[in-house]
């Protein structure tokens, strides 16, 4: 089946003659007809009822001109694709980055990617808060965990690995805990709705009841409170991984995993291809953090 018959039947769809289709694309009456004709007979079906001087979409046509359409658009979107994957990116790229990840692992590596794309200018928007990219017109968001929306196109950027840590002062006061039970012995910094904490080790599973005077639905103020030695945090290691190699944190459980560990994900609104200014920034946050992000360095 050719994309010319397709795109035929639907012109001749659109202007309600065959022979007005037939001109926009050069075909002579005669041409016209013998395509719409090989076509018909291809399918096995008539398209339109034709005469003298009218032309109709039959049933099997009216049916068939969906499936036509999302064909035409299809070959269409791959060659704006192509297009512009080839061209130089360029234009505003707007971006919702949760706040502290933002600073932290994306801010420092910006004058360098302007320095490979000089025309790609950045908007970025920094918040813990839910962003919703379609409503609010971002062409890109990072997230941490899974998404809400369901329909958003996803890059896994990398692993987002959780560990407890507390400060050294905490743990000479309180000691370190054996297992995760015993971390419900122990003052918790909790995290608003994070009170039940999952671990594993070599298939054994541990779940533990976290409390403690201090919560917060904000990352930074877990970790501060954490350096200030006002209890145990379950924290991801992209957020710690500096404290614990310059000492000011300990990793109370290097032997388990957390079950609340998840990815980082670079995610995008749903479309036929992707923006040549978003594809190139996400490669760029890819090339930088690797299969072992540079924050998972000796952080146990």
């Not at 070959?75 to 061209?87: K, N």
């Not at 005077?213 to 957020?239: E, F, Q, T």
Request: glycine share 8%; net charge negative.
């Amino acid at each position: 089946m050719r994309l010319d018959d397709l795109t035929l039947f639907a012109l001749a769809a659109r202007h309600g003659s065959l022979s007005a289709a037939g001109r926009e694309l050069g075909l002579s009456p005669a041409a016209s007809s013998a395509r719409l004709t090989a076509l018909e007979k291809e399918l096995g079906t008539t398209l339109m009822a034709r005469s003298t001087r009218s032309l109709s979409l039959t049933e099997d046509g009216a049916n068939f001109l969906i499936h036509a359409n999302h064909a035409i658009e299809a070959v269409e979107a791959g060659r704006a694709s192509l297009a512009a994957s080839d061209a130089e990116p360029s234009g505003m790229l707007r971006a919702a980055l949760p706040g502290p990840f933002g600073r932290q692992h994306i801010l420092p590596f910006l004058p360098e990617f302007r320095g490979r794309y000089p025309k790609v200018s950045i908007d970025l928007h920094l918040s813990d808060q839910f962003v919703s990219l379609v409503d609010e017109g971002f062409d890109l968001g990072i997230r941490i965990g899974v998404p809400r929306d369901s329909s958003l196109i996803r890059t896994v950027l990398a692993p987002n690995r959780r560990l407890v840590v507390a400060s050294p002062a905490f743990v000479e006061m309180y000691g370190m805990p054996d297992r995760p039970e015993d971390c419900a012995g122990l003052e918790a910094i909790v995290q608003t709705g994070l009170h039940l904490w999952h671990f594993t080790r070599d298939g054994e599973r541990a779940e533990v009841r976290v409390s403690g005077p201090i919560r917060s639905n904000n990352g930074g103020v877990l970790l501060d409170a954490a350096l200030m030695g006002l209890g145990i945090a379950l924290k991801s290691v992209w957020d710690v991984g500096e404290h614990l190699r310059e000492g000011r944190l300990v990793n109370l459980l290097p032997d388990w995993s957390s079950e609340e560990d998840g990815i980082i994900q670079a995610v995008r609104p749903p479309g036929p291809y992707t923006p040549a200014k978003v594809r190139v920034f996400i490669d760029f946050l890819k090339e930088k953090y690797g299969p072992r992000p540079y924050w998972e360095t000796d952080a146990r």
